[in-house]
Structure formats: C-alpha cells, structure tokens
C-alpha cells in the first residue's frame, strides 16, 4: 500500500522530503508470550514531511490519514507498538522518513512519531498544561531549560485542540473527550511528522467521535501522517484515505475504503455477513452487518421500498441481503436508487427522467404495497413530483420510516408534505437505519401470522 501524494516541492536537502514514505514496514514479524502476533507485515505509508511544513493555517501540504482496520486480537495495537519503537520485531524493519526506528535512541524515536493511547485515564491530577507540556521532554535534554521553542509549540498545541480554556484544571477532572483532545495537544507539542492513535473514538460519545476525527483529518491537511486504530469501520471509511485491513496478524488488503471495504473482504476477516453500499447523505462507503440468522434461507416476505437520489439504495441492497422479494418505486429513470434496484433484482416502478409521478405510476405503486408484507420510506426529499409515492404508503399496513434528517430539512411539498408525512408517522415505525432489518423481520413475522 502506497497512500502517497505528490509534493514537487520538497527540499532535497530536507531529511523528510517527499521521496521517503513516511512509514516503511519491510517484512515486520513480532511474537509475544511464544505467540506470533504480526506475520511478515510490509506496507508503505504516505510522504513524510517535517513539522517545518506543518501551519495552523492548513497551507501545508496535505499528509495521510490511515486507518488500520480488523477484528479484535488482530495484531492493530501491537503493530502501532512496533511502529513507534516501543516493541522490537522478531523480524523485518520499520523506518520513518528512512530512519530505522528500533536502532535510534527513545528520544530520537519520539522526535519522529506521537501516539495517542486508547486510554484516556490519567493517574495523577496534574494541570492539562502540564500534561501538554510534557510532550516537549524528546526535544529537551537532561538540563535544559524552558525555551521559547517549547512554550510556543505548548500554547500551538492547546490552541489547535481547544483546550486553552482548561489550562488550569486537572486532567483527572475534565470528561473523557476532554482529556482526549488533551492527549493529542501532548501529541502534537512533539513536534512530528507522525501521529499514531489506538482506537481514538473508543468510550467517547459520538460528538467526541466526530470532533476527534474532525482533528485528525485537520492536521493530516496540514502535512501530518497520521495512522489510527478505528474500530467503528463507517467512521474509518468516512474519514481515512486509505485502511490496512489486518487478520490474524496479516495485511488481508490495503489501498482505498472502496477496494478494502468489499463483502469478501469483510466476510474473510471479520467471519461475518455485511452490505457493503454508499452513504446517501454523505456519499462515503458504508457498511452494514447482518444478523447471523439473516440469509436466503431464514427470511421471507416481500419489501416494497420508497426512495430515490440514493436514499433507498443501502435499504435494497441490505433487504436483498437478507432475502427479501422486493418492488420500489416510482423512480424516474436514470435515479441512482432505480440503478440500485435493478442490481438486486427489484421489480421496479420507473418514469421518465424529471418527470412527476403520474396516475399510471401511483396506481402501479399502491398495487405493489398492497401486495407487499411490509412498506420502508427511506429518508427521502419530498416534492410535490414524488408526493404520491408517500401518498400511496401511507395506505401500508405494515410501515417502517427510516429517519437520518429531520423532514423539514427535505419537504419541499410544504403543508402538503408534511400532513401525508404526519400520516405516515402515526402508525408507522420510525427507526434508523441500523435498526432497519430487525423491525422489517419482526413485521413481516406479524404479517404472516395475520
């Protein structure tokens, strides 16, 4: 795996110029307690650049951000150990910007990469500033004193992750994504063209999840390689460049989400069945696991599904999945949910490209929810174009709403819109959609006995 971007201009003379990857894995192999842990793992990571390149401006020149993805027991956070110098190989090499990491000193080593643990318990309460300024110590000898240097790359951290404002308190006193951007502020005070993180997000609610992740990809515009254990793989596929997908201490596949990201892959390396689709909000890859019971064999029923622009597209694919017969509909031809719906075999409603949904189409639609076991709405936009669609479900027996946006953010049919939408909501199940599959399961089950 490469992961690299080109930089014209880096300096010859710079000793992290463009031509060094920023990290070079050759064949590395590490046991612990007799048990082979990682086995001949090589792979190449982004540019290595110097904190020099780095602004808080984001002028620099953009960096890597990988995700190292994998079941648990997979070898993530020993290899991030061996990456920053703290666990020596069996085996192999690591090199940062061409420097061997294991045969340079601790303190060279922590000029060259910054880890952020999983954890973010701190024992004792020291003030954050303190804990920040602690990431200085790799660039101060034994009897140095406090340079102007340090204080500026302490207060450049704090900024970048907001916490001057808790300067003063003590870490043990703050709440945990606090104390995490915290953590990073000591990370980045290093100084490093490297950043490794294990499992950021872990513990944290998801405004912390998002704000830590948000962070990373900031600094990673500014020049920063950063390599992070992510363990939720929506998040990973959201915001990475690219992922390292490990299994049983080998790299199972390397490059993009999309390319890593696959069914195969994920059924390989996690033993478990996914849908692999696009987010319809945010256009990234997007994974859904199913249920262990759900095959071909195990669900029955027939799904009519309402969408379009793409909303509907990870509902098809994943009731497809499960075994579902399905029908969606009315799209207009050339809408990214009807492609969708022919690539799992939907019988599907279409009309022409721009075109309302007619009386031809409406009547088509209701036949097939009346025929259907249960009706889905995906989180669609509504006009008055596709208003019928909502129209004739509301007419369903068995109804499922996915919600991810308030409807006000996508009813463009104004009080029209919004009194078919009432209708829908007050006797249908309003769910997200990782709860889709389960709720389609329990009503088809109420459907058959019925």
């Not at 953010?409 to 029209?416: K, L, V």
Request: charged share 25%; net charge negative; aromatic share 4%.
């Amino acid at each position: 795996m490469s992961g690299q971007r080109p930089d014209s201009s880096a300096d010859a003379s710079d000793p992290f110029s463009a031509s060094d990857p920023a990290v070079e894995l050759d064949d590395v192999s590490v046991s612990l307690g007799g048990q082979r842990i990682l086995d001949g793992i090589s792979a190449d990571v982004g540019e290595l650049r110097s904190s020099g390149h780095q602004t808080e401006s984001g002028d620099g020149d953009d960096g890597t951000f990988v995700g190292l993805i994998g079941p648990n027991g997979a070898g993530k956070t020993t290899l991030l150990r061996t990456l920053n110098g703290a666990l020596t190989p069996d085996s192999g090499t690591v090199r940062v910007g061409g420097e061997d990491i294991h045969a340079v000193s601790s303190k060279a080593a922590s000029r060259l990469v910054a880890t952020v643990p999983q954890t973010t318990s701190v024992t004792f309460d020291f003030p954050v500033r303190e804990v920040v300024r602690m990431g200085r110590t790799p660039h101060r000898g034994r009897f140095d004193g406090w340079s102007e240097a340090d204080e500026e790359a302490v207060e450049a951290a704090m900024r970048r992750t907001s916490v001057e404002s808790l300067a003063d308190r003590p870490v043990t006193e703050i709440s945990g994504g606090e104390r995490q951007r915290v953590l990073i502020a000591r990370a980045l005070a290093q100084e490093t063209p490297v950043l490794l993180l294990d499992e950021p997000t872990a513990s944290l609610d998801i405004n912390h999840q998002v704000r830590t992740l948000e962070l990373v990809d900031e600094l990673v515009g500014d020049g920063t390689t950063a390599i992070a254990a992510i363990h939720d793989l929506n998040l990973a596929a959201h915001y990475c460049d690219a992922l390292i997908l490990v299994a049983d201490g080998r790299i199972l596949s390397a490059g993009d989400p999309t390319t890593v990201l696959s069914e195969s892959n994920l059924r390989d390396a996690f033993d478990a069945e996914a849908v692999v689709s696009r987010h319809p909000v945010t256009g990234s890859v997007y994974v859904t696991a199913l249920p262990s019971s759900s095959s071909s064999a195990d669900a029955t029923g027939r799904v009519h599904v309402v969408g379009g622009g793409g909303t509907a597209a990870r509902a098809l694919h994943v009731l497809s999945a499960a075994g579902y017969a399905l029908t969606t509909g009315a799209l207009n031809e050339g809408d990214t949910d009807a492609e969708a719906a022919r690539r799992v075999g939907a019988d599907l409603v279409t009309v022409p490209p721009y075109a309302p949904v007619d009386g031809a189409a409406r009547s088509a639609v209701e036949s097939r929810i009346e025929a259907a076991d249960v009706t889905v709405v995906a989180d669609v936009e509504v006009g008055e174009g596709n208003l019928p669609n909502l129209e004739a479900a509301a007419a369903a027996e068995y109804l499922v709403l996915v919600e991810e946006r308030p409807f006000s953010e996508r009813n463009y049919a104004g009080d029209d819109g919004c009194a078919v939408y009432e209708r829908l909501r007050e006797h249908g199940h309003v769910v997200e959609p990782s709860e889709l599959l389960s709720v389609v399961g329990e009503l088809a089950c109420e459907a058959f006995g019925d």
